[in-house]
């Protein structure tokens, strides 16, 4: 892959767009990575595969960077050779790799250029849901908020 | 060690099993959706002692092995083995994830205040009784507050360290590739601590909490104060091929921090203790938190042993060799007979008894067994 960084896919920072995607509902990400599918011509797929991200963690108590286990992903990696060569890359927690395969469809289909608008408006989509989805989250936790009293 | 030959028993063998999976019945994928919605929190206890996080897989071990978690364990563990690992994510800082409860016993005033998050803590421990009458358990929906929790409140530690209440922490930055890795190199001791607190991740719930509670409990040197702990969904910050991190999705963690008094040069200071575990599993964390204090302090409890806390809570170590014992010894029991015998017809050539009444090992069925 060149050595490039990835341009934004509209107000979204490459990496944020990815994010979204995997954590976006797989049915949701494939639906619209098939209307992007038959725009973007041969597909030569280097990498669609399951395997293991180890996870460091810091030690909040002496600093000590560990192991704290390792993490069941798909990913899939993709080029485009009508396309000049771009290439799409995704990966997700977990083993559903026809999800991993969409995310690297629309990243091989934004790196081209190709139906950006449509992908953009699915991130924004799923930027709103993903944020209500936590601030839901939040708020019932903070439902749980004590204040401890001593007498 | 000595093998016998294998004869006879490759039936039984197949029998033994249809009995064991027999009983439970057919797996279904909704009988494995079922385990994990419905029981996360074993689910988790699988994934971190498997350290593997996985949590579909990891209720199919459930379902397969029907509950016993050390096979449930096993199964993770093997299945891990047969996957390539692809990449290191980029470290994580649990006071930088989404927090949904953060509690400390220390200190009733810690910035961020305190959520008490999903818990029974404070909860009356009733039976639902009439579910097993018909009725079914609904439970009370939660009734959001107006505003969301902070998504991320600070570590305690780092606010004792603000005040220099405790040493500050190592801040240097290391390459994920070169962190000391238990499942690639061998423990030594002294153990980094780097590993004992990955072996800690990993280690089997119940064994650390009987280390744990023995030390906490009197017979060991620490007694501990919950500083912090903290259950969080995580991020599995993935690098991408053209640089760069970017978010693959959450993992439930878990962590504790505990502090403890001591003295150095004959000066009060305040220790402290860390654990984390993938999943969500406060016993665990808490216990190994401590211990992460008790060990290599000066003590003749086996908590204060790195080299025994990390050898005797390894899950798959330790349940194996215990199991282990089940297997034929056939051999190797005879042989001790042999001395038994000969050492009892030695000491009684005089008056002669009879031996004890154990059968000739004539026609073994399965392999011998090594210790």
Known sequence: MNAEAPAPIGRFEHGDALGLLARADAAGVKRVAETVLPDLGAIDVLKSRTGLAMLPCRDSAQGTTFHLGEVLVAEAHIRLPDRQDCEGYGACVGRDLEHAMAIAVLDAAASAGIQTAVIAAFLEQQSDVSEKQDADLLRRVEATRVEMETF | ?371
């Open chain 2, 1 to 371: 060690m000595a093998y016998v030959a294998a004869r006879g028993g490759e039936t039984a063998i197949k029998q033994a099993e249809c009995l064991f999976r027999e009983a439970l019945g057919s797996i279904t994928e909704e009988r494995v959706c079922e385990i994990q919605r419905s029981l996360p929190y074993l689910v988790d206890r699988v994934m971190g002692e498997a350290s593997l996080y996985a949590p579909d897989l990891a209720a199919l071990a459930l379902a397969q092995s029907g509950g016993e978690l050390s096979e449930a364990v096993l199964l993770l563990r093997a299945y891990r083995t047969t996957q390539p690992r692809i990449a290191y994510a980029a470290p994580i800082a649990l006071d930088r994830q989404l927090t949904v409860r953060r509690i400390s016993a220390a200190f009733k005033d810690v910035p961020g205040g305190q959520v008490l998050g999903p818990t029974l803590d404070y909860s009356h421990r009733t039976l639902k009784t009439e579910v097993l009458a018909g009725q079914p358990f609904t439970p009370t929906p939660v009734t959001p507050a107006e505003k969301p929790s902070e998504r991320a409140p600070p570590a305690v530690a780092g606010w004792l360290r603000d005040q220099g209440l405790v040493p500050p922490a190592d801040d240097t930055e290391q390459d994920s590739g070169d962190i000391p890795d238990l499942t690639r190199e061998p423990v030594l001791f002294p153990a980094p601590r780097a590993h004992t607190l990955q072996a800690l991740a990993r280690s089997d719930t119940g064994g650390t909490l009987a280390l744990g509670y023995a030390s906490m409990r009197g017979y060991g040197s620490v007694h501990p104060t919950v500083n912090e702990v903290r259950l969080c969904e995580a991020d599995v910050m993935m690098p991408h091929p053209k640089g760069g991190h970017f978010n693959a999705g959450r993992v439930r963690v878990s962590e504790a921090e505990v502090v403890s008094r001591a003295q150095v040069d004959g000066k009060p200071i305040l220790k402290l203790g860390f654990a984390a575990t993938l999943g969500w599993n406060e016993v665990k964390t808490i216990a190994a938190a401590t211990l992460d204090l008790a060990m290599n302090t000066a003590g003749a409890h086996p908590a204060n042993e790195t080299e025994f806390v990390l050898y005797h809570t390894e899950p798959i170590e330790s349940a194996g060799f215990c199991l282990h014992f089940k297997l034929p010894h056939y051999v190797t029991f005879q042989s001790a007979l042999d001395v038994f015998r000969g050492g009892g017809a030695a000491a009684d050539e005089a008056s002669p008894e009879e031996p004890p009444d154990v059968a000739p090992d004539d026609t073994p069925v399965l392999e011998e067994a090594l210790p």
